[in-house]
């Protein structure tokens, strides 16, 4: 069954970075698009970047363009986030996402949480 | 980059139907028939229910129905139950490979 696996969360001061992971298994990952979005704690979704399945096209929400990297290593399955010069606002849970193939987010991981300490 | 715009909260009754707003503008909603439905219960990560506007993934209940007019899409939760009792969230895509999501909904079901 699909299956996505988010890791590398944790707690890093303001200005700091760190990388997630998002282990893909169950289904291709090459032949997918995958999405990271956020939900700040007790907040709502927000959608923080894209990658092609062919990793060819990237976007990113405008409040971490610039500071928020994703990729993908398909020979590993798996999907990364960096995250660079972090800020207190970024604090959230953190899921993986397959993009659905209908401009959708069809499945989700169990989500790795993010705190930005002051 | 906007969110969507949908009500903090609604409410009915088992056996009621009721109906969540999303509002956008004619840059995501009004302009893309790409707009999609999440379930969330608490702790939980969210489970899609409904996609390009009025479509339902395999498994999902035909209690569950979307439609869209100009920049407004809704979803409509028919013969309400207790286990519809959660939260739920409106997506559109807004060209360029760029998404939005609405602030979210909480359903009680009185």
């Known amino acids: 069954q699909v299956q996505l696996v988010e890791s590398g969360g944790g707690v890093v001061q303001s200005g700091g970075a760190l990388r997630l992971s998002c282990a893909a298994s169950?289904?291709?990952?090459?032949?997918?698009?995958m999405h990271w979005v956020r939900q700040a704690p007790g907040e709502g979704l927000e959608w923080v970047t894209f990658i092609q399945f062919n990793g060819n096209d990237k976007e990113y929400a405008d409040s971490v363009k610039g500071r928020f990297t994703i990729s993908r290593d398909d020979s590993k399955s798996t999907v990364y986030l960096q995250m660079n010069s972090l800020t207190v606002e970024d604090t959230a849970l953190y899921y993986c996402?397959?993009?659905?193939?209908?401009?959708?987010?069809?499945?989700w991981g169990q989500g790795t949480l993010v705190t930005v300490s002051s | 980059q906007s969110a969507l715009t949908q009500p903090p909260s609604a409410s009915g009754s088992p056996g009621q139907s009721v109906t969540i707003s999303c509002t956008g503008t004619s840059s995501d909603i009004g302009g893309y028939n790409y707009v999609s439905w999440y379930q969330q219960h608490p702790g939980k990560a969210p489970k899609l229910i409904i996609h390009k506007v009025n479509e339902r993934p395999s498994g999902v209940p035909d209690r569950f129905s979307g439609s869209k007019s100009g920049n407004t899409a809704s979803l409509t939760v028919s013969g309400l139950q207790t286990e519809d009792e959660t939260d739920y969230y409106c997506?559109?895509?807004?060209?360029?490979?760029?998404?939005?999501f609405g602030g979210g909904t909480k359903l009680t079901v009185l």
């Open positions: 997506s559109s895509f807004a060209g360029s490979n760029i998404w939005v």
């Open positions: 996402v397959r993009d659905g193939g209908n401009y959708d987010f069809d499945f």
């Open positions: 169950g289904f291709s990952l090459s032949s997918s698009g």
